[in-house]
């Protein structure tokens, strides 16, 4: 069993920035596939990046690209999200996945989810 707790978010401004944790447990780390996703209200969740379990590749939905950065760090079991110019429209609950599968076709794992609001 894996166990997935974020932390971070909250309220900021737009143009601002914001760093996501999340903090793994349980089994192997270094072996899943880690990535974040996001839903706001009334839409459907929606991924948002994801990071290979050697840490060397990433990936990005076009709407966050070059603002968005994942990472992670196995020694610590956590991976992160940095967000910078952050807009009203990133506003919403973010949650942290692991999954065996790169292309995350069917989501192992899901944290609790952590809100942020990007609002003036």
């Known amino acids: 069993q894996v166990q997935l707790a974020e932390s971070g978010g909250g309220l900021v401004q737009p143009g601002e920035s914001l760093k996501l944790s999340c903090a793994v447990s349980?089994?192997?780390?270094?072996?899943?596939?880690m990535g974040w996703y996001r839903q706001a209200p009334g839409k459907e969740r929606e991924f948002v990046a994801a990071?290979?379990?050697?840490?060397?590749?990433?990936r990005y939905v076009d709407s966050v690209k070059g603002r968005f950065i994942i990472s992670r760090n196995n020694a610590k079991t956590t991976v992160y999200l940095q967000m910078n110019s952050l807009k009203p429209e990133d506003t919403a609950v973010y949650y942290c996945?692991?999954?065996?599968?790169?292309?995350?076709?069917?989501?192992?794992?899901w944290g609790q989810g952590t809100q942020v609001t990007v609002s003036s």
């Open positions: 996945a692991a999954d065996d599968t790169y292309v995350f076709s069917s989501v192992n794992y």
């Open positions: 349980g089994r192997s780390f270094s072996s899943y596939h």
């Open positions: 990071i290979h379990s050697n840490g060397f590749f990433t």
